[in-house]
């Protein structure tokens, strides 16, 4: 079970839109449709961001969706905010356990 | 409102069996379609998952960890504790607990959300 293939870093201005992607294989995010997206800022609890591909949860900010297709999936940050400046995990389901991803450091310049 | 919330040792040496509570309120473990899971994060690393507790008892591991790793709930104290034997330097980690959100049953385990996390404890290994 080998960690999810995320970019190490994203960088976007603020008002821009950034996409983080996902790879994985068909026995995770490929399989299934419970890919999600969590926002870690520095020494603080990870965050859920989006569930089951695209779902947001009660809260969370309409600039955030998700994506996928075949082994990748996606998270979209639209109009870039200073706040948003994090580390964002996804993980997938696979066969009654999870799998997260290797992180990326969202910058905004 | 839902809150949970780690503690255990923050210091532990090389072999021994680091044991951790997860404390948490605003759900029971009783309650079908519930779990409690650990998650953990090397410092400046990725997040792990490791395992994972169902209502029912049922419980699932990391493939990787399995035999070095037990779960187990208390349900009238509302708390869920996580073991790990044989610690190393490199399991030196913060370790979250999280609440499981569980829906589809595919054969293998149910499907599940980590919706709500604690704040995490972070756990030093060395002599």
């Known amino acids: 079970q080998s960690a999810l293939t995320q970019p190490a870093s994203v960088s976007g201005s603020p008002g821009q839109s950034i996409t983080i992607s996902c790879t994985g294989t068909s026995s995770d995010v490929g399989g299934y449709n419970y890919v999600s997206w969590y926002q870690q800022h520095p020494g603080k609890a990870p965050k859920l961001m989006i569930y089951?591909?695209?779902n947001r949860p009660s809260g969370v900010s309409h600039r955030f969706s998700g994506s996928k297709s075949g082994n990748t999936a996606s998270l979209t940050i639209s109009g870039l905010q200073a706040e948003d400046e994090a580390d964002y995990y996804c993980?997938?389901?696979?066969?009654?356990?999870?799998?997260f991803g290797t992180g990326t450091k969202v910058t905004v310049l | 409102q839902i809150t949970l919330k780690e503690s255990g040792p923050t210091l532990v040496k090389p072999t021994q069996t680091l044991t951790l509570t997860c404390t948490f309120s605003?759900?029971?473990?009783?309650?079908?379609?519930?779990?409690v899971g650990w998650i953990r994060q090397p410092p400046g690393k990725a997040l792990e998952w490791l395992a994972l507790i169902y209502w029912n008892d049922d419980k699932h591991y990391s493939p990787s960890l399995k035999s070095r790793l037990t779960i187990t709930k208390d349900t009238s104290k509302n708390q869920v504790v996580l073991t790990m034997t044989n610690m190393d330097p490199v399991d030196t980690a913060t370790f979250y607990c999280a609440h499981a959100t569980l829906y589809y049953y595919d054969g293998s385990g149910y499907s599940h959300v980590l919706d709500y996390w604690g704040q995490g404890t972070l756990v030093t290994v060395s002599s």
């Open positions: 089951d591909v695209s």
């Open positions: 605003g759900f029971s473990l009783s309650t079908s379609a519930v779990g």
């Open positions: 993980s997938s389901y696979t066969s009654s356990t999870r799998v």
